[in-house]
Nanobody, 119 residues
Framework: QVHLVESGGGLVEAGGSLRLSCTAS????????MAWYRQSPGKQRESVAS???????DYAEFVEGRFTISRDDDKFAVYLQMNNLRPEDAAVYYC?????????????WGQGARVTVSS
């Protein structure tokens, strides 16, 4: 059984920073793409940033230049450094990973980390 465990959410003032972490545990062979999504009340879950095994990154336009995604494959972890946070960034953030098990790749999600930004 594979699990993704997130940490690092919390309350921050507008303009502040937070760093989210997500670590995979369990039995698997390798991790492919990793990503962060977010969901605000009444809205659909949306992609925030992604990173390939080679380190190629992609960002949603609304976080470009403020957020940075990174990964540490030795720790089976993905991170999201969030700077200059805005009230509209408040959401539950979910990490996602595509992980190779015994025979195929499967998609896994973290439990969610709530980010609250006060204006």
């Amino acid at each position: 059984q594979v699990h993704l465990v997130e940490s690092g959410g919390g309350l921050v003032e507008a303009g502040g920073s937070l760093r989210l972490s997500c670590t995979a545990s369990g039995e698997f062979i390798t991790i492919d793409n990793m990503a962060w999504y977010r969901q605000s009340p009444g809205k659909q879950r949306e992609s925030v940033a992604s990173i390939t095994p080679s380190g190629k990154t992609d960002y949603a336009e609304f976080v470009e230049g403020r957020f940075t995604i990174s990964r540490d494959d030795d720790k089976f972890a993905v991170y999201l450094q969030m700077n200059n946070l805005r009230p509209e960034d408040a959401a539950v953030y979910y990490c996602h990973a595509r992980i190779l098990g015994d025979f195929h790749f499967s998609d896994y999600w973290g439990q969610g980390a709530r980010v609250t930004v006060s204006s």
